[in-house]
């Protein structure tokens, strides 16, 4: 027994290395730079975002509520449905909160609260399908194995989506089993979780043991108190989908690199793309030219870009990107505070010296 603690043990702390650390329990840890360079994120250098302690997990997911068929389902279940694969960007509503000025509380991720794997798993709308939800069907809940105390009470994880659009094929929403071609690690939610493509990280519940459709809101804390843009000059806002974003890959920020051509590169998302437009700029105050923008690899995965810039003159030089998606929501130049630090997508700005 001792043994195998110990192998576990051993297991997470290599699936852990790569990664800079926020908090080691629960474990928070951003990724490092490199996670965005390519176009899917090696599953050990993919951000980990997690609210509370490793749960252990029965492999039981029971759906229920306002169904006529309850299930228990197991991974063997899952995998006997058909298998959807997507590539999913997924940042947490915390990215960037660093930026954020006065300092909201809450974990404090700097710009790699970000990554993009290569999902597998059941199409949720099917399994939904299979439960056969009531006609009152208003929304549909997911919750987690983990547990911990919040405001005295001991509660769990849960997160509700609106019915109609979990139970939308278009919405892409799957019970994940497979990260990029591997079971899923405990970290990242083994034995499966949803994967909700577009919502900021918050939405795709890890270590899922209940699905419940509800015919009244959910009100847990994680859905009304948690997850929420306080802002300081109107009512608050549930946080849902991921603002666009632009963010430089190449070169890195504060980098050295030799007088000459330059092909900046980079990676641009937005929960209402796709991307339609980036533009960077090499000097502050406006001059903002348009960079090459490759389609999207899938319609839930960052896309590429690239630019070419003559970096001839010998000094510092600022670049900042910025993305404007098909629906006309572009980034702000000034993070847009509220109280608990969400959404922050202002345009970054990194310095390189030309030497
Ligand atoms: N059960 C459970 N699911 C969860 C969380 C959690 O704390 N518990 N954190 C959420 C948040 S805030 C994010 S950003 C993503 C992070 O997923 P990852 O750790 O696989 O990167 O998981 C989400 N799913
Ligand atoms: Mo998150």
């Known amino acids: 027994m001792a043994a195998e603690d110990n192998a576990v043990e051993d297991r997470l702390r290599r699936s852990r290395a790569a990664l800079a650390m926020v908090s080691p329990d629960p474990f928070n840890a951003e990724a490092p730079p490199e996670a965005l360079a390519g176009d899917i994120t090696p599953t050990n250098l993919h951000y980990v975002r997690s609210n509370f302690a490793l749960p252990a997990h029965d492999g039981v997911m029971v759906v229920g509520g306002a169904v006529a068929n309850p299930m228990r389902l ?25 930026a954020q000025a006065p300092l909201p509380g809450g974990e404090p991720w700097g710009q790699y609260a970000v990554s993009a794997a290569r999902w ?7 399994v939904l399908a299979r439960a056969r939800p009531a006609d009152e069907a208003a929304e549909v809940l997911f919750e987690g194995a983990d547990r911990g105390r919040c405001h005295h009470q001991d509660i769990s994880f849960g997160r509700a989506l609106p019915y109609p659009y979990a139970a939308d094929p278009g919405s892409g929403i799957l019970i994940a089993y497979g990260m990029n071609g591997e079971p899923l690690s405990a970290d990242h939610g083994a034995p499966f979780r949803m994967i909700v493509p577009r919502y900021y990280g918050f939405a795709s519940v890890k270590w899922l043991t209940r699905i419940a459709v509800l015919t009244e809101p959910y009100a847990g804390e994680f859905q009304t108190s948690a997850y929420m843009y306080e802002w300081p000059d109107r009512p608050a806002e549930p946080v849902t989908v991921m603002r666009p974003r632009a963010r430089v890959t190449d070169p890195a920020p504060s980098a050295k690199i030799p007088a000459g051509p330059y092909t900046v590169r980079g990676k641009a998302w937005s929960g209402t793309g796709p991307v339609t437009k980036v533009e960077v700029s090499f000097a502050g105050d406006g001059d903002w030219q348009r960079a090459r923008l490759f389609p999207p690899a899938g319609p839930y995965h960052w896309q590429e870009w690239s630019c070419d810039w003559q970096a001839t003159r010998v000094a510092r030089h600022t670049i900042r990107a910025r993305a404007t998606d098909v629906a006309g929501n572009t980034q702000p130049d000034v993070p847009v505070w509220n109280r608990l630090g969400y959404g922050n997508n202002a345009v970054e700005v990194i310095c390189v010296d030309v030497c």
Not at 74 to 79: E, N, Q, S, V
Not at 83 to 88: K, L
């Open 74 to 98: 197991t991974l063997d279940d899952l995998r006997a449905m058909p298998a959807a694969e997507e590539a999913v960007t997924m940042e947490c509503a915390g990215n960037g909160r660093l």
């Open 120 to 126: 597998t798993g059941a199409l949720l709308h099917q």
